[in-house]
């Protein structure tokens, strides 16, 4: 009896509440819009049944719902597509919008790149060191789109705010990045000099341990070279030349590219976020710091370390010794070969010619003899 | 004329290269290869070859290792060698042989002249001639150079506690060109002629059995021959002139 009683009481005051459960099951108890009325967003459907009284059904379609109406801070620029992009609804669900907060969510980190996903290929950002650590390990306080991108003013980021962008995360690395060559001229507003993204890629950032990083030992010596083997920048910042060339023809870089990943690279010696010019004393490859930086892979490696040049092309000037030993050897193997060569030609000719010569000693013998 | 190394069984041969020179000839092939095979990646770290010698030796690390095996066999043979020239009087008496002298410098400009038709005969060469002089010392040259060097680029973090890099970088490109130099000179000079000349072609068989006819001997060494046999040849009696000349002499 108690139990009939409950269920006239409430099915009379969900009549009563709104015609809307009639036909609609919808449940927005989880919703973050639970206490809004259906009525508030379909303001069309509420103002039919207000004036018709009708429980028969309502015109369809019903008009967009404008979110506007209560979110009207949040404006919604859409990178290129500006306002016309996607709407709220495209990104935030309908009935069951959650507070992005919420692991749930549609617009939570874990589902972020799913929902962006619906019209942006991110295969690349799943796979990255953000992607993993956000579906694999679920730490959310890894990168997701809107982090780098922003939400509701979606861009695509600018140059000159990417270390701040990354350093929203990664701030002990910036603070070390400001202080390198790279940050203090990025500072200055040299627009070639490297930002994060130039050697760690967007998208596709990895794990430096990861065989796919661009920083990873066995490939970034190729990724210092993007620029320090450009001759345009080269010449632009007076920079030093044949980096590469003379790192890979190194017992280092020639271990490094048969698979050595414990052969030094460029960033076991220059440093990685703190590079800076050798000239500087704060530099890992200063003359005088060089002992320490050797020393991490030569144990006891010491001032001698330091006498010479480190992946130089040897000139008179620097490197005499090493320049006119391989100057010598240059002169000996081509005089040498050259010499063995013409001997076989001779030695040849003699064989092939020796029939016929003898009728000429034996006309005139005084000739050729001593 | 061309010896038919089958006829070999019926000729009067002699002793050229006995057992002992040999194995240190065979040992030293041995080390070779091994450390041409294991270096020439590195020297050559670009070139399609390195990629696949490198493999096939599995990986940088072992690549490492089968070039010290080749370099502790090279050192092994240099030190049996001169353990022998210092302790055996016919060692001693044999490297005399190889030292170079005035006649060798007269004897390859002869040898040109001959060649070119401006002197009727060769060269009258000892035991070994300019050719085979050059090769052993360049082999013992080129030894010293690869070991020393060699050496301190194994050991490079004791060498680098005292020896300032610019020197340890000079032992490298010395090692790297050297080796360069070494293997041009077999592949090219060597090969040529123990292997490739028509005198002997495909292969002199002296580094396998260690011997040589008389008549090899006679037409290649004549000095020795006169020595061994007592005999006088004459120029016009060289073999190669008695065979295409007729018995006239010149």
């Keep these: 009896m108690f ?109 972020l790149p ?47 705010d990417i270390p701040v962008l990354c350093g929203k995360c990664h701030e002990g690395i910036l603070i070390v990045y400001e202080e390198s060559i790279h940050g203090k001229a990025h500072h200055e507003g040299v627009e070639e000099s490297p930002v994060c993204t130039d050697c760690h890629g967007e998208h596709t950032i990895a794990a430096v341990a990861s065989k796919e990083s661009s920083v990873n030992p066995l490939r970034v010596s190729e990724t210092c070279a993007h620029c320090h083997e450009n001759h345009t920048l080269i010449k632009k910042f007076n920079l030093p030349t044949q980096r590469l060339s003379t790192y890979k023809e190194s017992f280092h870089g020639i271990a490094s590219k048969f698979g050595k990943g414990n052969a030094a ?44 040049t480190v992946h130089l092309q040897p000139s008179p000037e620097h490197d005499p010794l090493v320049y006119y030993i391989r100057f010598f050897y240059k002169l000996m193997i081509s005089g040498m070969i050259g010499t063995f060569a013409l001997l076989i030609f001779i030695d040849l000719y003699g064989r092939r010619t020796r029939g016929k010569r003898k009728d000429v000693y034996e006309d005139e013998p005084e000739e050729p003899e001593e | 004329m061309r010896m038919n190394p089958k006829s070999r069984k019926n000729e009067i041969v002699h002793m050229r290269m006995p057992l002992a020179h ?47 095996a080749g370099a502790v066999i090279l050192i092994g043979l240099c030190i049996f060698h001169l353990g022998g020239i210092i302790f055996l009087a016919r060692a001693r008496e044999e490297i005399k042989e190889f030292f170079p002298r005035l006649k060798d410098l007269t004897d390859a400009i002869h040898h040109v002249f001959y060649n070119l038709g401006r002197r009727p005969y060769p060269p009258r060469y000892g035991k070994y001639n300019f050719i085979e002089k050059f090769e052993y010392l360049a082999v013992a040259w080129g ?7 060699g050496f301190v680029l194994w050991h490079e973090n004791f060498f680098l506690s005292f020896m300032p890099k610019w020197l340890w970088d000079a032992a490298r490109v010395a090692h790297s060109y050297e080796a360069v130099l070494a293997f041009l ?24 059995d260690g011997k040589i006819t008389e008549e090899e001997l006679k037409k290649h060494h004549v000095l020795q021959y006169e020595k061994i046999t007592g005999c006088d040849v004459p120029d016009g009696n060289l073999p190669e002139h ?6 006239e002499p010149f």
């Design chain 1, 3 to 111: 139990a009939l009683c409950t269920a006239l009481i409430i099915a009379s005051e969900n009549s009563d509440a709104s015609p809307c459960q009639n036909c609609h099951e919808t449940n927005l108890s989880n919703s973050v819009h639970k206490d809004v009325d259906c009525g508030d967003c379909h303001a069309d459907a509420a103002e039919y049944f207000a004036q018709k009284r009708s429980s028969d059904g309502h015109p369809v379609p019903l008009k967009p719902v404008a979110c506007m109406t209560c979110h009207s801070q949040q404006i919604t620029k859409h990178g290129k597509a500006g306002e016309a992009g996607p709407s709220c609804r495209d990104c935030h669900g309908t009935h069951r919008i959650l507070t992005p907060s919420n692991p749930r969510a549609s617009v939570s980190k874990f589902h």
């Design chain 1, 114 to 160: 799913e929902t962006c996903g619906k019209c942006h290929e991110n295969g690349k950002y799943s796979e990255s060191v953000h992607g993993k650590a956000l579906t694999k390990k679920g730490l959310v306080v890894s990168a997701a789109c809107s982090d780098c991108h922003g939400a509701h003013h979606v861009r695509v980021p600018k140059k000159t």
């Design chain 1, 265 to 308: 690279t460029c960033a076991s010696c220059h440093g990685e976020h703190d590079v800076l010019p050798s000239k500087d004393p704060k530099s890992r490859t200063h003359k005088k710091n060089l002992p320490k930086t050797c020393g991490k892979c030569h144990p006891g490696a010491g001032k001698f370390f330091a006498q010479g």
């Design chain 2, 22 to 68: 040999r194995i240190q000839h065979w040992v030293l092939i041995l080390s070779f290869v091994l450390l041409i095979l294991s270096g020439m990646p590195v020297r050559y770290y670009d070139a399609p070859f390195s990629g696949f010698l490198l493999k096939l030796m599995g990986g940088m690390q072992m690549r490492g290792m089968v070039h010290r």
């Design chain 2, 143 to 149: 030894s010293v150079v690869m070991i020393l060097t």
């Design chain 2, 185 to 208: 000179a077999i592949i090219i000079w060597h090969f040529y002629n123990v292997h490739l000349n028509p005198d002997v072609f495909p292969m002199s068989r002296i580094w396998l």
């Design chain 2, 242 to 247: 008695s065979a295409e000349g007729g018995d």
